[in-house]
């Protein structure tokens, strides 16, 4: 009954390759994001969707896009993997007609390009 | 854009002694102000939030303050314990009307020393 799930948990993969992280919430949010979190400790915001729709881009490389099949889904794909992209991504949503304002995140995705 | 600032980036205390950790941000729009506990290895959680409207609120040993004018927030962790040693992130947003993503400030290593 996890809120909010990513696959996989770790990812080990080469220079120049292709991967994706996936993510699903089961909370009824209108809102999930894609935050990084780096060595140490940034947390930075990547990408948000609202409705489908692509709200924020952070002057992420366009290495990264995200793609959302639907309100419960935010996978983030990773085409041309640097050194520089090794870092935990969190998968995140929040109701947007919520008082609360509440992030709810995922367990982590770490990913080490070699 | 919004910018967050926290300070300090490490802090140790004593078992039972009190932890501040304190959080400017630049956007005057902005009206929620959360914190979150990541634990080793684990995600982001949050512990308590404050809204504009609002100058103090409390729970428990964890209590967070708002200067509305100045511009920072504090976050107070009163008879710390073992448990309580994690990263601590501030964060501000604009929510209601319109929501802006979290931004983070760059996170506080706090040690509570038995």
């Known amino acids: 009954d996890t809120a909010v799930s990513q696959t996989p948990k770790y990812l080990v993969t080469q220079m120049g390759n292709d991967k994706s992280i996936k993510c699903e919430q089961n909370?009824?949010?209108?809102?999930m994001y894609w935050y990084k979190q780096d060595s140490k400790k940034f947390l930075k915001i990547m990408f948000s969707y609202n409705n489908k729709e692509l709200i924020i881009n952070e002057t992420v490389p366009n290495r990264f896009s995200p793609k959302s099949p639907d309100k419960a889904h935010l996978n983030l794909h990773i085409n041309s993997l640097e050194l520089g992209d090794s870092a935990v991504y969190f998968c995140?949503?929040?109701?947007?007609?919520?008082?609360?304002?509440?992030?709810?995140f995922g367990e982590g995705s770490r990913l080490t390009v070699l | 854009g919004e910018n967050v600032e926290q300070h300090p980036s490490t802090l140790s205390v004593q078992e039972g002694d009190s932890a501040v950790i304190k959080c400017t941000y630049s956007?005057?729009?902005?009206?929620?102000f959360p914190w979150y506990k990541q634990e080793l290895g684990k995600r982001p959680q949050l512990i308590i939030d404050i809204r504009s409207n609002v100058g103090e609120k409390k729970d428990q040993r964890i209590a967070v303050t708002l200067n509305k004018t100045a511009k920072h927030f504090s976050l107070h962790i009163t008879e710390t314990q073992p448990e309580d040693s994690a990263v601590y992130f501030c964060a501000a947003s604009k929510k209601q009307p319109g929501n802006t993503p979290l931004v983070f400030g760059k996170g506080t290593r706090l040690s509570v020393i038995a």
């Open positions: 909370l009824g949010h209108d809102t």
């Open positions: 995140a949503s929040s109701p947007v007609r919520s008082n609360t304002g509440e992030l709810f």
């Open positions: 956007d005057s729009a902005s009206n929620y």
